[in-house]
Nanobody, 118 residues
C-alpha cells in the first residue's frame, strides 16, 4: 500500500490562497487515483477533488473554478491549489489514494487543517 503525508495547511483570510501538498511513499506504482477530501466540524467527510494517473480531474461543485488539483507522478506528489477561499472551506483536508496490488486498497493521510477567517 502507500503512506500519505500532507502539508501546506494554515490560517488564511477570506479571498486568500493556499496550496496543499501530499507526498506518497511505498508502493506508489500501484496508485490509480489520488484525491483530496475535507471534513468540517460536525459534518461528514466530503470529496473535494480527484485526479487519475492519466490526469483526468473531478471537482466538487462547491470548489469548481476556485480549486485546482494536479499531480507530479515523478515525485509521487499531488497538489491542491486553492484560490478565493471562503470561511465555509474551513475543514481538515485529507489526502486519499486508491490503488491496486493483488487487492484493492485505499489509503488516507493524517489530515491538515485549513482555516479561513472572515
Amino acid at each position: 500500500q502507500v503512506q500519505l503525508v500532507e502539508s501546506g495547511g494554515g490560517l488564511v483570510q477570506a479571498g486568500g490562497s493556499l496550496r496543499l501538498s501530499c507526498a506518497a511513499s511505498g508502493s506508489t506504482f500501484s496508485i490509480n487515483v489520488m484525491g483530496w477530501y475535507r471534513q468540517a466540524p460536525g459534518k461528514q467527510r466530503e470529496l473535494v477533488a480527484t485526479i487519475t494517473n492519466g490526469g483526468s480531474t473531478n471537482y466538487a461543485d462547491s470548489v469548481k473554478g476556485r480549486f485546482s488539483i494536479s499531480r507530479d507522478n515523478a515525485k509521487n506528489t499531488v497538489f491542491l491549489q486553492m484560490h478565493s477561499l471562503k470561511p465555509e472551506d474551513t475543514a481538515v483536508y485529507y489526502c486519499n489514494a486508491n490503488g491496486q496490488l493483488w487487492f484493492a486498497y485505499e489509503s488516507w493521510g493524517q489530515g491538515t487543517q485549513v482555516t479561513v477567517s472572515s
